[in-house]
């Protein structure tokens, strides 16, 4: 994604202020078409974003039954040493 600056880096003109040195200034017109854009941009990236999190949730799910199958209540925890039952569980 694009700085704030890259939007503007073609609209940016140097001007001259009464007893001051140059000073980038952009114009009022060119801000807006910058804010424009980088909205259009915003909006395409969270598009992206929203896909791709949709099929990360569908690979999950889909992979999801067949881990919790592996977990179910019918596998029986054992003690690792002999003497210690009440650690197990």
Do not use: C, I
Not at 21 to 47: F, G, H, N, S, W
Not at 58 to 80: G, Q, Y
């Amino acid at each position: 994604m694009k700085s704030a600056a890259e939007y503007l880096t073609n609209h940016v003109f140097e001007a001259r202020r009464p007893r001051r040195e140059l000073q980038p200034v952009v114009a009022y017109a060119d801000a807006m078409q910058a804010v424009e854009q980088a909205l259009a941009d915003a909006e395409k990236y969270r598009y992206l974003l929203m896909r791709a999190l949709r099929r990360h949730d569908n690979d999950k799910a889909a992979v999801a039954p067949a881990a919790s199958s592996f977990f179910a209540d019918t596998t029986p925890v054992l003690p690792l040493y002999p003497g210690q039952e009440r650690m197990a569980a």
